[in-house]
């Protein structure tokens, strides 16, 4: 087992910037790929940024691409979400999830979830 705890949600003005971080505990978290989501009210979940076990490789959906930065720290069993540029259609709640498959953007394909991270941005 997984477990993986996400924070640094919060209110932000549009334009401004936010780091959400995930940090996991359990199984060897080096050994899974990671992923963040987002889910805003009335909206199904949608994929935001997956990035590889050794952090070699990252994947980004359309809408957040050259905003958005996911990285990774292996050694302090962490996964971030540097978001810049925020609008506020990326107003949501922010789940990280580990994956055994590298570069996944199906959510069905990610085993753990965390408990989710607040960001609301306003204009």
């Known amino acids: 087992q997984v477990q993986l705890v996400e924070s640094g949600g919060g209110l932000v003005q549009a334009g401004g910037s936010l780091r959400l971080s995930c940090a996991a505990s359990?199984?060897?978290?080096?050994?899974?790929?990671m992923g963040w989501f987002r889910q805003a009210p009335g909206k199904e979940r949608e994929f935001v940024a997956a990035?590889?076990?050794?952090?070699?490789?990252?994947y980004y959906a359309d809408s957040v691409k050259g905003r958005f930065t996911i990285s990774r720290d292996n050694a302090k069993n962490t996964v971030y979400l540097q978001m810049n540029s925020l609008k506020p259609e990326d107003t949501a709640d922010y789940y990280c999830?580990?994956?055994?498959?590298?570069?996944?953007?199906?959510?069905?394909?990610?085993?753990?979830w965390g408990q989710g991270t607040q960001v609301t941005v306003s204009s």
């Open positions: 990035i590889t076990w050794s952090g070699g490789s990252t």
């Open positions: 999830a580990g994956s055994s498959y590298n570069g996944v953007r199906q959510d069905y394909l990610y085993d753990y």
């Open positions: 359990g199984r060897t978290f080096s050994l899974y790929a």
